[in-house]
C-alpha cells in the first residue's frame, strides 16, 4: 500500500505539472463526433479533409477521411461553439455552423457533397442530431438552457435527475434512487472524477452551485465499461469553463417566507427566510489559448420544523449555513494538448434533524464540508488516437453533535426525544485518484482501454447508543409514572467501549471518549470497450470492467457489457437499441468500519430488559456510569463480526445483471419520442442477520414469544457460549450479527419520454415511467434477522414507484418574458406496517402483525407543479438584468412525507394513528431573484 500511494503521489506530480504547463475534460466530460462523407449519388468519398473549430476558445482540429469516408473526433470538449467545414478537391465545400454538443454523447453527423465547377461553399446553420445513432446507453442530458430556466427549490442540480425515467427521491439515505435501488447504487461523477461520499455511498459528496454547472446527465441503464461502482446508475456534472468572451453573473435569490402557504399539518404558516446570494465571473487569461472562471455562492436559511407529536406541537427552530466556492483555470498548449485544473469547496452547517414525531431536542448540529483539486490532461497523440489523464486529490468531513444530553426515549409511534443515537460522530475522508482512458479510431472500430485508481485513508470516531436509549412499547401510557408499572420503558440499551480496545483517535466530545478508526485501502479499475460499426447504421457496443476493492476479499468482479444501436434508415431518424450488462457496486465503507469499531474487542452496546435483568435495569430516565461488574454475561452483549475476515467467501460485492431494449423516433425536427423497457436483477446486496439469532416463531397467526422464550433457543445460548461461530473464542454475547451478500432485487420498467429541444421559442419534455421495484430486505442497516423464514420474504422494495411522471418545460414570450414549470406526479412511497411491539422475542419492536407483508402500505400520491416567471431587461449592451419569480408546489397540494407506521397486533384492525401524517413536505413558497450578467 506504501508503494502505491508512492505511485500515486508521483503521477499527480507529473499530471499537475503538465496540467499548469498546458480546456479538455474527462471520460463524461466530452463527446466523439464521427460521420461519413459522401457525394451526390451515395459513393463514399476518402481523402476528404474535415475541420472541427470551436468559436469560442480557438481549438481546431483537422481530419482527413479514411477509405470508406469515415471521419472521427475523439475527445472533444463541449464548452463553447463548434463549426464542421468538409472539403474536397473537385467538390464545393459545406459546412456546419452554430453546432452545440452535450458531454458523454457520440453524435454523427453525414456529409454529402455536390460537385463544383468553381470553389463554392454551402454553409448550414444547425443543430447536432437530436437521436444518439451509436449506442446502446439510456441517458437524459440536461443542457444549460434548462439548467437555467426551471424552478429547482433550493437551487440544487441533483433535483435535475428527476427529469430521467426511473429516478426519484430516495425513501431512505440518499439523494436519489435510479431504477428502484438504493440511493448507495449511485455513483456520483463531477468532470470524469468521483463526487462520491465512500463511508455512506449514498450522496455526492462535494456540491455545485448552480451557476457552475455547464451540464448534467443521468445514465440509467447500460452505462458504458469506463463506469463503474455503481449497481444503479451515474449522475454525472460537468462544470463550465472559460472562453474567449469575459462573462459576469451577480444574483441574489430571496425568500421572505411571509407569503408562503400555511403548513398542511398545523394549520399555521411557519416562519421561513433564505437569501443564496453569489457570481460568477470568465474569461480569457490569454485569447485562443488560456481561460479562467471562478464562481462563489453563499446560502442563510432560518427555518422552523414542525413536531407533530402530541406531547410537544409545534415548530422550533433550524437553521442552514452553505458556502461554496469553484476555480478553474483551462489551458490548449497546442490544438493536441490541452489541460484545465479545478478547485473548488463546500462548507455545509445545519441545526435541524428533527421534526414529525422527534421533538427539537432530539436533533444535531452537523457540519459537512469537503474541497477537491481536479486535473485533467488531454492530448491527441496522432490523427487517430487521443489520450485523457486525470487526477483529484479530495478531502471530506462529516461531524455531527447532540442538541441535548441523553438518554434518547423513543415512545413507539408517538414520541422520540433527546440526544441522537447516532451522535457525537467524526468521519474524515481523503481520497487520491488517478485514472487514464486511451481511445483508438481503427475506422470500423473505435475502441478504448484505461484504468482508475483510488486510495482512500478514514479516520473516524463514533459509537453507538452511547448516551442511552429507552424504548416503551406501542400505546405505552405516557408519561412515565414510577408508581405505575404500566408506565414503563420495555428495554434499554446503552453503548461501551471495550476497554481492552486503544483508543487511538481522540475528539472534543465530552465526556465520551470513543475507540477510533485509521484504516486505508484501495480501489483498482481496468476497463475496454470497441464501438464497431458493422455496417453503416449498425453499431455494438462491446465493453469489459474488472474492479478490485482492497478492503473487501472478493476478487472476481468482472463486468461484460454489450449493446446495440441500429439506426434503420440511416438517416438518424429512428433507432432501435439494446443490451445487457453486468454492473457492480463497492463496499461502502460503513460496514467494515462498523465491524472494526463493534468488534469483538471494539465499541459495543448492551441490551437490558426489566424483566431479563433484574437489579441492573436502570431506574428511567437514569443511564449507567460505568458497564456493571460481569457484563458479558449477565446483560447480552451485542457485537459484529468482521465476516470478509471470517469467511471470506460470504462477503461478496453486491451485483446487477440489466436488460434493455427500447426504440428512438425523431418524430419531427426537434421533437423524439423514445420508449424502453429495463429489467434490473439484483444479487449479493448487502443485508444484517443474527447468526446467534431465535429459532423461527411464526407471528402470522397471531401468536407471540416472550424475550426468555426466545432467548432460550439462541443456539450459542444467551448470553453466547464458547465456543461461538466461526471459532468465537469468548462468551457473553446475546446478538451475533454479520452483514452478509445474501439479498437479491428485482426491477422492471417501461419508460416512455418524448423531448422537444429549444426551437420557435419553446422546449418541453414528458416522462413516464411504469415500475415495479422488490427486494428480501431494504437495506445493511434494518434490524439484524435472525432464523425466521418471514423476514427475508420477497416484498415491494422500499423505493418502489410504480406510477411516475415528469413535464418540464419553458416558453419564451414576447417581451423577453419567459414561463417554465416542472410537474412532478408519483406514486407514494411504500409504508411497511408495524406492529410496535417485539412479537417474537427478538429484540426489536420492528414486527409486521400477522401476514402482513414488508412495505404493503403506500404514502398517498405525491403532486406538485413549480413555475418561474422571469423578465430580462437590457441595460446596455451586453449588460442585461433579470427579475424572477419562483413559485415552489403552486396549487399548495397537501404532500405526506411521513406517516405513522405502527398497525397495531390486529390485522384488518389497524389503531387509529396508523398512516396518520407526522410530516409533510413543504406548502406553497415564493421565492424572488435578480440577477445581473454581461
Known amino acids: 500500500m506504501t508503494s502505491l500511494l ?43 479533409t474535415v475541420t472541427l473549430r470551436n468559436t469560442k476558445t480557438g481549438l481546431v482540429r483537422s481530419e482527413v477521411t479514411d477509405p470508406q469516408g469515415r471521419y472521427h473526433f475523439i475527445a472533444v470538449p463541449i464548452v463553447g461553439e463548434f463549426s464542421l467545414r468538409t472539403e474536397l478537391a473537385s467538390f464545393g465545400a459545406e459546412e456546419r455552423a452554430g453546432l452545440v454538443f452535450q458531454a458523454n454523447t457520440k453524435p454523427v453527423i453525414d456529409f454529402t457533397l455536390a460537385v463544383a465547377t468553381v470553389a463554392e461553399t454551402t454553409t448550414v446553420v444547425g443543430r447536432a442530431p437530436i437521436l444518439e445513432t451509436r449506442k446502446s446507453e439510456l441517458a437524459l442530458t440536461v443542457d444549460q438552457q434548462k439548467i437555467a430556466t426551471m424552478p429547482l427549490n433550493g437551487r440544487n442540480y441533483l433535483d435535475l435527475a428527476n427529469f430521467a425515467n426511473g429516478v426519484h427521491g430516495a425513501a431512505t439515505r440518499g439523494d436519489l434512487s435510479i431504477n428502484g435501488q438504493l440511493g448507495r447504487n449511485i455513483d456520483y461523477v463531477v468532470d470524469g472524477v468521483s463526487n462520491k461520499v465512500i463511508e455512506w455511498g449514498d450522496a455526492s459528496k462535494t456540491g455545485l452551485s ?21 449497481l444503479g446508475g451515474i449522475v454525472s456534472a460537468v462544470t463550465k469553463s472559460g472562453t474567449n468572451d469575459f462573462h459576469g453573473t451577480g444574483y441574489i435569490y430571496e425568500r421572505p417566507g411571509r407569503f408562503d402557504a400555511k403548513n398542511g399539518l398545523t394549520g399555521t404558516r411557519t416562519p421561513f427566510n433564505q437569501q443564496q446570494f453569489g457570481g460568477v465571473l470568465s474569461g480569457p487569461i490569454v485569447r485562443n489559448r488560456t481561460h479562467f472562471i ?6 442563510n436559511q432560518d427555518s422552523e420544523l414542525v413536531v407533530t407529536s402530541t406531547i410537544a406541537p409545534g415548530v422550533a427552530p433550524a437553521t442552514l449555513n452553505r458556502y461554496q466556492g469553484f476555480t478553474k483555470v483551462t489551458n490548449r498548449f497546442t490544438d493536441n494538448h490541452n489541460a484545465q485544473l479545478r478547485f473548488n469547496l463546500d462548507d455545509n452547517q445545519s441545526i435541524g434533524n428533527f421534526g414529525g414525531l422527534v421533538l427539537p431536542d432530539g436533533g444535531t448540529k452537523s457540519k459537512r464540508a469537503s474541497w477537491e483539486l481536479q486535473g485533467t490532461v488531454t492530448s491527441v497523440l496522432g490523427s487517430q488516437t487521443v489520450n485523457e489523464a486525470r487526477v483529484q486529490y479530495s478531502q471530506f468531513v462529516n461531524e455531527s453533535t447532540n442538541l441535548a444530553p441523553g438518554p434518547r426515549v423513543i415512545y413507539t409511534g408517538f414520541a422520540t426525544y433527546g440526544a441522537n443515537p447516532g451522535s457525537p460522530q467524526d468521519i474524515r475522508e481523503n481520497r487520491i485518484q488517478l485514472n487514464d482512458k486511451l481511445s483508438r479510431d481503427f475506422g470500423a472500430h473505435r475502441t478504448f482501454v484505461g484504468f482508475d485508481m483510488s486510495h482512500i485513508a478514514k479516520t473516524g470516531v463514533f459509537n453507538a447508543d452511547s448516551v442511552g436509549v429507552y424504548t416503551f412499547a406501542a400505546g ?3 408519561p412515565y409514572n414510577p408508581a405505575n ?27 465520551f471518549d470513543f475507540a477510533g478508526i485509521d484504516r486505508s485501502y484501495a480501489n483498482v479499475d481496468v476497463f475496454a470497450q470497441d464501438d464497431w460499426e458493422v455496417r453503416r447504421g449498425l453499431t455494438l457496443n462491446l465493453g469489459i470492467r474488472y474492479e478490485r476493492q482492497t478492503s473487501s476479499p472478493d ?9 446495440f444501436a441500429w439506426d434503420i434508415g440511416r438517416d438518424g431518424r429512428m433507432v432501435v437499441r439494446g443490451g445487457y450488462g453486468r454492473f457492480y457496486d463497492q463496499l461502502f465503507d460503513n460496514i467494515p468500519n462498523t465491524e472494526d469499531l463493534f468488534g469483538i474487542t471494539g465499541n459495543f452496546s448492551i441490551t437490558l430488559t426489566p424483566g431479563g435483568n433484574p437489579g441492573v435495569f436502570p431506574t428511567f430516565p437514569n443511564v449507567l456510569s460505568s458497564l456493571p461488574p460481569g457484563f458479558g454475561a449477565a446483560l447480552g452483549r451485542t457485537v459484529t463480526l468482521d465476516l470478509g ?14 436488460f434493455t431494449i427500447g426504440v428512438a423516433r425523431e418524430l419531427m425536427p426537434e421533437l423524439a419520442l423514445t420508449v424502453d423497457y429495463t429489467h434490473l436483477r439484483g444479487h449479493d446486496l448487502f443485508r444484517t442477520v443474527d447468526l446467534n439469532g431465535p429459532s423461527a416463531f411464526d407471528t402470522t397467526t397471531g401468536a407471540t414469544r416472550t424475550v426468555a422464550q426466545a432467548d432460550a433457543t439462541r443456539p450459542y445460548g444467551s448470553s453466547s457460549r464458547v465456543p461461538g461461530p466461526y471459532g468465537i473464542t469468548e462468551g457473553g454475547f446475546k446478538q451475533i450479527r454479520a452483514v452478509v451478500s445474501e439479498g437479491n432485487g428485482w426491477y422492471h420498467g417501461l419508460k416512455l419520454n418524448l423531448t422537444k429541444r429549444f426551437a420557435a421559442s419553446h422546449f418541453y419534455q414528458v416522462s413516464y415511467t411504469l415500475s415495479k421495484a422488490e427486494n428480501e430486505q431494504d437495506d445493511f442497516g434494518s434490524a439484524a434477522q435472525g432464523a425466521d423464514p418471514f423476514d427475508f420474504r420477497r416484498a415491494r422494495a422500499s423505493n418502489d414507484v410504480p406510477h411516475a411522471l415528469v413535464i418540464n418545460g419553458t416558453y419564451i414570450l414576447p417581451y423577453a418574458i419567459s414561463l417554465s414549470g416542472i410537474l412532478n406526479v408519483r406514486s407514494g412511497l411504500p409504508v411497511d406496517p408495524q406492529a410496535g411491539s417485539d412479537l417474537n422475542g427478538d429484540g426489536f419492536t420492528t414486527d409486521r402483525p400477522g401476514n402482513l407483508a414488508r412495505n404493503s402500505s403506500r404514502l398517498p400520491t405525491f403532486k406538485t407543479v413549480d413555475v418561474s416567471l422571469g423578465k430580462t431587461f437590457a441595460v446596455r449592451a451586453p449588460h ?3 427579475l424572477r419569480m419562483d413559485v415552489f408546489n403552486l396549487f399548495d397540494a397537501f404532500n405526506v412525507r411521513q406517516v405513522n407506521s405502527v398497525y397495531g397486533r390486529e390485522v384488518g384492525n389497524p389503531v387509529a394513528t396508523f398512516l396518520t401524517p407526522t410530516l409533510v413536505w413543504a406548502p406553497r413558497q415564493l421565492q424572488f431573484a435578480a440577477r445581473y450578467r454581461f
Not at 476478487?555 to 449493446?563: A, D, F, L, Y
Open 6 to 48: 508512492r505511485l500515486g503521489r508521483l503521477i499527480t506530480v507529473a499530471v499537475m505539472t503538465a496540467t499548469l504547463a498546458a480546456p479538455a475534460s474527462a471520460q463524461v466530460s466530452t463527446f466523439d463526433l464521427s460521420g461519413t462523407v459522401l457525394d451526390s449519388s451515395g459513393a463514399v468519398l476518402p481523402g476528404a
Open 210 to 230: 448552480l451557476d457552475i454547472v455547464q451540464e448534467f446527465q443521468v445514465i440509467t441503464s447500460q452505462f458504458s465499461a469506463e463506469f463503474g461502482h455503481s
Open 294 to 299: 471562478g464562481s462563489f455562492e453563499g446560502t
Open 476 to 478: 405505552t401510557p405516557y
Open 485 to 511: 408499572p404500566a408506565t414503563f420503558p420495555t428495554q434499554f440499551v446503552q453503548g461501551f467501549t471495550d476497554p481492552r480496545r486503544p483508543i487511538s483517535l481522540h475528539r472534543d466530545f465530552a465526556p
Open 555 to 563: 476478487t472476481n468482479n468482472i463486468m461484460p457489457r454489450t449493446g
Open 645 to 658: 475476515a471470517l469467511d471470506p467467501d460470504a462477503r461478496k460485492t453486491p451485483f446487477s445483471d440489466q
Open 880 to 882: 442585461e438584468l433579470e
